[in-house]
Nanobody
Framework: QVQLVESGGGLVQAGGSLRLSCAAS????????MGWFRQAPGKEREFVAG????????RYADSVKGRFTISRDNAKNTVYLQMNSLKPEDTAVYYC????????????????WGQGSQVTVSS
């Protein structure tokens, strides 16, 4: 089992930046990919970005391409989501998750979820 803890959310004005972190512990060797999802009030949870632990393969939702960057620090077992040029429609609870591949994570085939971190973008 993998435990995930997100941090770094908060309130920011439109056009601003935030960086989310997701620290993983437990059976990390069994996890090949990490991803970020978000869920806005009244909406379904959606995929945002994914990355492999052992390679530089990444994938992004069209709505965040060019604005968000996912990265990882294997030594710290931590995945980051750098969010730039934030928009009010980016307001949501952001979750990190594990999966066997980036494609699986993008299809919401995940093994473990974090507790979520609130991101609020004011206009």
């Amino acid at each position: 089992q993998v435990q995930l803890v997100e941090s770094g959310g908060g309130l920011v004005q439109a056009g601003g930046s935030l960086r989310l972190s997701c620290a993983a512990s437990g059976r990390i060797f069994s996890t090949f990919a990490m991803g970020w999802f978000r869920q806005a009030p009244g909406k379904e949870r959606e995929f945002v970005a994914g990355i492999m632990w052992s390679a530089h393969t990444t994938r992004y939702a069209d709505s965040v391409k060019g604005r968000f960057t996912i990265s990882r620090d294997n030594a710290k077992n931590t995945v980051y989501l750098q969010m730039n040029s934030l928009k009010p429609e980016d307001t949501a609870v952001y979750y990190c998750a594990t999966g066997p591949s980036v494609a699986a994570v993008a299809a919401s085939q995940v093994g473990s979820w974090g507790q979520g971190s609130q991101v609020t973008v004011s206009s």
